[in-house]
């Protein structure tokens, strides 16, 4: 299941699974290549070029420097929750972790180019990557395939769904911010769109808005709009740490039941439905 996003829009786009309606939303909690946010986790960098863009050394580096504050701030947000998360994705430190890769197609026709796209990211994966001997290499819990693209397109996450590949991957745009880099990684791990009119209804949406203003899930920029290159000024709720395994509950849950986790046997409490 594709899920697009671009900062504070974004359009759900299915490939073979199936999205239920506003209220009763897709649930890739505990499922996939990389089943929930606890422990070490593996990111795969690959660099794609394209028929408009290639990848220059020190922009590749650049976005480095963008996701080792992404991941940071993801390891800082679970200390809070008291949760151990380590996101290894450093690839000048592990040069297994990182690769590079041409699409011969451009990209002027955005829904064709992600259409076709897909499809070279579902060969990537089967082909190109091996998610167990990697996983099995870092003794990781799990592992996301983080496709980068030089071109100013939407970046989106590919989640497992219990239905399509369970081997999850991103696609992120080099010039997009931390915050954005952190939201879309956060997606393969079990955390929700959290803004209108995407996955949930509009009274649970109103309520984020008003509760949880920064929430990284509704927003990737400050209240007024601002972007950081350099930093991650939004928050992880109660909701969101939720979602991620985290915690085994909050009380939003009582209060919206369409935020309960759909799946069993994934969080701290092995007996917990989910």
């Known amino acids: 299941m594709r899920i697009l996003a671009a900062v504070m829009s974004a359009v759900i786009i299915l490939s073979s699974g199936q999205l239920g309606t506003l209220g009763n939303p897709r649930s890739s909690f505990g499922l996939g290549s990389a089943q929930y946010l606890r422990g070490k986790n593996l990111l795969y960098s690959l660099y794609v070029d394209t028929t408009e863009s290639s990848w220059s050394k020190e922009e590749r580096e650049e976005v480095l420097f963008k996701l080792e504050i992404a991941t940071a701030y993801i390891e800082d947000s679970a200390k809070q929750y008291h949760e151990k ?39 990537w994966v089967e082909n190109r990557v091996d998610y167990e001997a990697l996983m099995e290499s870092y003794k990781a ?17 590919i989640v497992y769904d219990g239905i399509d590949n369970p081997k999850e991957s991103v696609v992120l745009a080099g010039e997009e911010t931390p915050a ?95």
């Open 141 to 157: 819990e799990g592992i996301a395939l983080l496709v980068f693209i030089n071109n100013p397109v939407s970046s989106y996450a």
């Open 85 to 123: 998360v380590e996101l290894v994705c450093n690839w000048q430190e592990n040069e297994d972790l990182t690769g590079n890769a041409r699409v011969k197609f451009p990209i002027d026709d955005q829904v064709d180019f992600m259409d076709r796209l897909d499809q070279e990211i579902a060969l």
């Open 180 to 274: 954005a880099f952190a939201h879309e990684i956060l997606h393969v791990f079990g955390a929700h769109d959290l803004y209108q009119d995407e996955e949930y209804t509009k009274d649970v949406t109103d309520y984020v808005k008003k509760a949880y203003p920064m929430e990284i899930m509704y927003i990737v920029t400050d209240v007024d709009g601002r972007k950081y290159e350099d930093q991650i000024v939004n928050e992880i709720s109660p909701i969101t740490a939720y979602h991620l395994g985290w915690i085994d509950y909050t009380e939003e849950i009582d209060v919206f039941p369409q935020l309960r986790r759909k799946q069993k046997n994934i969080g701290k409490n092995e007996s917990e439905q989910r």
